[in-house]
């Protein structure tokens, strides 16, 4: 697929990973639906990437009803759908047995609903309308890109909950990618390891250069734009299929 024929939905698409891959995708002709819960950050990011290749649209991914929807506004925003970056998640961090005592029920199920339910909701939306987009080469009808996290491999103490949730996401590329292959669309998964967000710009100085270090080459956090060229990567590669990449820079979480 070609960057510049993209038509693209991204989910957390107004921040972070999410609006750098919008970023990437308007600055070489591709059209953007950003999905986000943020209206601030929201018009903001509109107004910087262009209201001709960028809207923005309010949408929980855990709604079914609200997804749907704003799929099919989108598809008729950006004149067709071939792709869907989802980038959406929380941390939801919390110790199973904490000073408070056990961690709710609701917290962990709140976890998995935003990272794992919401990205499932995203792409099997998204797919229902690939499906009948004209075939490219190799057949190629729409692309489908995950984000999950290296904490799915080894996740660390107080991360049961996201740790379980990213690494449904993994679990279901495989799976998903052979079903949806008889439509020509294939569907991937990054993991990116420990990358510059805007959570990551609250931290001390000297948490975040601890962050860095932790890494063994380069050492240092990852880069938004990073990611976002892989997902071009992706996107432009048809061999690219069922896949999970870590963008970690070999770094292995510790226990804590």
């Given at each position: 697929m070609q960057l510049s024929h993209t038509r693209a939905v991204i989910t957390g698409g107004v921040s972070g990973l999410g609006f750098a891959v919008a970023q990437h995708l308007v600055k070489h002709g591709g059209k953007v639906a950003l999905f986000d819960i943020n209206d601030l950050k929201g018009?903001?990011?509109?107004?910087?990437?262009?209201?001709?290749?960028?809207?923005?649209?309010?949408?929980?991914?855990?709604?079914?009803?609200?997804?749907?929807?704003?799929?099919?506004?989108?598809?008729?925003?950006?004149?067709?759908?071939?792709a869907a970056i989802s980038c959406a998640g929380i941390l939801g961090a919390g110790r199973v047995l904490g000073k408070e005592g056990a961690m709710p029920l609701k917290q962990f199920a709140g976890t998995v609903m935003v990272n794992l339910v919401g990205s499932f909701n995203v792409a099997k939306g998204a797919a229902e309308l690939m499906q009948h987009n004209e075939a490219g080469e190799d057949g190629e009808r729409g692309v489908i890109?995950?984000?999950?996290?290296?904490?799915?491999?080894?996740?660390?103490?107080?991360?049961?909950?996201?740790?379980?949730?990213?690494?449904?996401?993994?679990?279901?590329?495989?799976?998903?990618?052979?079903?949806?292959?008889?439509?020509?669309?294939?569907?991937?998964?990054?993991?990116?390891?420990?990358?510059?967000?805007?959570?990551?710009?609250?931290?001390?100085?000297?948490?975040?250069?601890?962050?860095?270090?932790?890494i063994p080459f380069p050492s240092r956090l990852g880069r938004p734009e990073e990611f976002a060229d892989t997902v071009a990567f992706i996107l432009g590669n048809r061999y690219l299929n069922g896949e999970t990449i870590r963008l970690d820079g070999a770094v292995r979480l510790a226990p804590k």
């Open positions: 018009d903001s990011a509109v107004a910087e990437l262009g209201a001709g290749q960028a809207r923005y649209f309010r949408t929980d991914v855990t709604d079914e009803a609200n997804v749907q929807a704003n799929l099919a506004a989108a598809k008729e925003f950006l004149g067709g759908l071939n890109v995950n984000t999950a996290s290296v904490a799915a491999y080894e996740g660390q103490i107080g991360q049961a909950a996201y740790s379980a949730s990213k690494g449904g996401v993994v679990a279901m590329t495989l799976p998903m990618a052979r079903e949806l292959s008889r439509f020509g669309i294939r569907v991937m998964t990054i993991a990116p390891g420990i990358f510059w967000t805007p959570m990551v710009d609250t931290m001390p100085p000297a948490v975040q250069e601890s962050l860095g270090a932790s």
